[in-house]
């Protein structure tokens, strides 16, 4: 069972930045394409952003927006960086690892960091 860590997470006021580190695997960090996540109290989970072993990445809303993710495979680490943070960024942040075999999927999350953005 592999195993991720986030974090990074914590109190900042509206207008500043976080950044999320998520740890993992040679394992995961050679092979699965990795994404963070988040869920705001009472929402469900919703992905951000995913990222390949080999660094391309995907947003789900426009990459020119607020958010960042990049990956260090030679240090095992993953990271999220959220600029002009605003009251509805208040979330539970996940990181996540995923591997498609042939014919099946290997999938792990982590426990997940804190984002409170608040005056």
């Known amino acids: 069972q592999e195993e991720l860590v986030e974090s990074g997470g914590g109190l900042v006021q509206p207008g500043g930045s976080l950044r999320l580190s998520c740890s993992g695997s040679?394992?995961?960090?050679?092979?699965?394409?990795m994404g963070w996540h988040r869920q705001a109290p009472g929402k469900q989970r919703e992905l951000i952003a995913t990222?390949?072993?080999?660094?391309?990445?995907n947003y789900k809303e426009s990459p020119e927006g607020r958010f960042t993710i990049s990956r260090d495979n030679p240090k095992r680490m993953m990271y999220l960086q959220i600029d002009d943070l605003k009251p509805e960024d208040t979330a539970m942040y996940y990181c996540?690892?995923?591997?498609?075999?042939?014919?099946?999927?290997?999938?792990?999350w982590g426990q997940g960091t804190q984002a409170t953005v608040s005056p």
């Open positions: 040679v394992n995961i960090f050679r092979m699965y394409e």
């Open positions: 990222i390949t072993s080999g660094g391309m990445t």
């Open positions: 996540n690892a995923k591997f498609e075999f042939p014919s099946s999927v290997s999938e792990f």
